[in-house]
């Protein structure tokens, strides 16, 4: 049986050697058949590239972990469509370790993937290799060919590759796109529905789970996410005896342009990409936020002081990154764009409005040690 679950950190290394080893057995079919090189991209190599994709929350990345030991056999990697963004997901990777194939793993990543991607958008597609040995486990779960074709340059082979899309649309009793990923399994009735709306309230009483960080939105007239949403936060309580000693975390998530033709050349569109397109994504709104995180997946926030000696215990916060210019714009009035979509940019705003909460509601304007930490657009 197969544990299937998000990614962490500390996974990376694991994830590494599973990609690169499937790139080391199936060579041939991953490449249409392409010459080989003398070398192909160590784990080493890639270990860092999968770390900063999970740190960063660029695309949401799953492992699939054997129930008894916990060793991670596989992982696929998915996230919002890079070529028809805002209208399907996309699964960008899925890589099994040869010596785990023909034992469930890769379909069982994918299922999980359909499930969480089908909670956003309608549809679902990917580009792989005519002879991509996860053809086979696509096709066993219902997906079908569209005919379109395209290349890829990937970064182990570093040259184009022909790719062919493969897509599958949500069933008509599935869950709707656009419902909150965390979705609370109540049968709605009138007790139902108070009981979501007070999962749904800003600030809530009911109990976490060891580790996770409540999320708290900010009702400010001065902040607001790209598309409009309240800026937001994730905060966790540490010990009464570091009270006054603060981590503030600025989640990183690259840029946005106004348009394709201001992207930097060369930047990938995962990190450069159409702010309208951003507004109706994680990156640019807050409105599908979970109710929690759970921090101890992190080294920097967890709990073990073996793993964090130093900031174990102190109060903890991650500032939701929503506005596309790493917190820094401060446009008073939105801009309209060619399609009629209205967008904000008040990074700054942001940052102030999650400060003063901070110190209305948790004590911050009492802090004695603060570090200031962040990732990719949430470190500069």
Known sequence: ???????????????????????????????????????????????????????????????????????????????????????????????????????????????????????????????????????????????????????????????????????????????????????PRLALGALGTAVLAGFLRSRWSGSLSPGHARLYRVQSSDGACLDGSSPAYYYRAGSAANRTRWLLYFQGGGWCTSSQEAWPSGYRHSIAEQCEHRARSSRGSTLNDESSRDFDTRSLFSRNPELNPALHDWQMVLLRYCDGTSFASDMAAPVRTAGGALLHFRGAANVRAILDDLTLHHGFGAATQVVLAGCSAGGL
């Open 1 to 183: 049986a197969w544990q299937v679950r998000l990614a962490r950190t500390d996974d990376a290394r694991s994830i590494a050697e599973a990609y690169t080893a499937a790139w080391e057995a199936h060579w041939p079919e991953l490449t249409g058949g392409a010459e080989r090189p003398s070398s192909l991209c160590s784990a080493e190599a890639q270990e860092e590239r999968f770390a900063r994709m999970i740190e960063e929350g660029e695309r949401r990345v799953l492992v699939a972990a054997t129930a008894m030991s916990g060793v991670v056999a596989g992982f696929a990697s998915f996230g919002e469509s890079i070529t028809r963004p805002g209208e399907c997901g996309e699964v960008m990777q899925l890589f099994v370790h040869p010596k785990h194939h023909r034992k469930g793993a890769g379909s069982a990543l994918l299922r999980e993937a359909e499930r969480l991607i089908f909670l956003e958008w309608p549809e679902v597609h990917v580009w792989v290799s005519q002879a991509n040995p996860a053809n086979a486990v696509y096709e066993s779960l219902g997906w079908r060919r569209t005919g379109r074709t395209k290349e890829i340059t990937s970064t182990v082979a570093r040259r184009p590759i022909a790719v062919v899309e493969h897509g599958k649309r949500r069933l008509a009793s599935g869950p709707r796109p656009g419902t909150l990923r965390w979705r």
